[in-house]
């Protein structure tokens, strides 16, 4: 059972950056993906981005514009994601989730076995 938690996030202006963290418990978690996930009132879950095992290969939601990056350092069992040039429509619970038996990246929310509890990210204008 992998346990996941999200750290990082926060009430911030739009223009600001923020990372957020996402801490693995299990030794095994350097070898799954891992993707951030978003979801605000009234809305569905969305793909933020996602990570491959070793890092090598990343994916982004279509809203990102490469104002946002992932990345992981598996010596810490942690998965990052550095927000940058956040917008008011930002504002969401962003959550992260492994999918420990995919090789190939998915923005598909069914892939993802384990899921932390979500850190709250708030975007003024």
């Known amino acids: 059972q992998e346990r996941l938690a999200e750290s990082g996030g926060g009430l911030v202006h739009a223009g600001d950056s923020l990372r957020l963290s996402c801490a693995g418990t299990?030794?095994?978690?350097?070898?799954?993906?891992v993707g951030w996930f978003r979801q605000s009132p009234g809305k569905e879950r969305e793909i933020v981005a996602a990570?491959?095992?070793?890092?090598?290969?990343?994916l982004y939601g279509d809203f990102v514009e490469g104002r946002f990056t992932i990345s992981r350092n598996n010596a810490k069992n942690t998965v990052f994601l550095q927000m940058r040039n956040l917008k008011p429509e930002d504002t969401a619970v962003y959550y992260c989730?492994?999918?420990?038996?995919?090789?190939?990246?998915?923005?598909?929310?069914?892939?993802?076995?384990?899921w932390g509890q979500g850190t709250q990210v708030t975007v003024s204008s």
């Open positions: 989730a492994a999918d420990p038996h995919s090789l190939i990246l998915s923005p598909a929310i069914g892939k993802y076995l384990y």
């Open positions: 299990n030794d095994d978690f350097s070898s799954y993906a």
């Open positions: 990570i491959t095992w070793n890092g090598d290969t990343t």
